[in-house]
Nanobody, 115 residues
């Protein structure tokens, strides 16, 4: 089983940057999908970025050119680098890993972008 803990959220001005981390307690080497989602007040949870097992990545339109998803196998950690943040990026950000036989969610980290 895998447990996920997000960190790195906080308050930042528009145009600033944050790097979110998702530390896994178990091995995340073998996975189908690995990614970040976010949920803003009054909105449904939406995909931000995702890594697929074949090495390809997907980004939401709002994230393209600003956000980068990555992973560090040695540290068993997934990251989301967010640059040029906008007020509309304000949300709770969740990491998610879909393993071969199960999937796991972190508890979320709050990102607030001031104008």
């Amino acid at each position: 089983q895998v447990q996920l803990v997000e960190s790195g959220g906080g308050l930042v001005q528009a145009g600033g940057s944050l790097r979110l981390s998702c530390a896994a307690s178990g091995s995340i080497l073998r996975f189908n999908f690995m990614g970040w989602y976010r949920q803003a007040p009054g909105k449904q949870r939406e995909l931000v970025a995702r890594i697929i097992s074949d090495g390809s990545t997907n980004y939401a339109d709002f994230a393209k050119g600003r956000f980068t998803i990555s992973r560090d196998n040695a540290k068993n950690t997934m990251y989301l680098q967010m640059n040029n943040l906008k007020p509309e990026d304000t949300a709770v950000y969740y990491c998610h890993i879909w393993m071969i036989s199960s999937d796991y969610w972190g508890q979320g980290t709050q990102v607030t972008v001031s104008s």
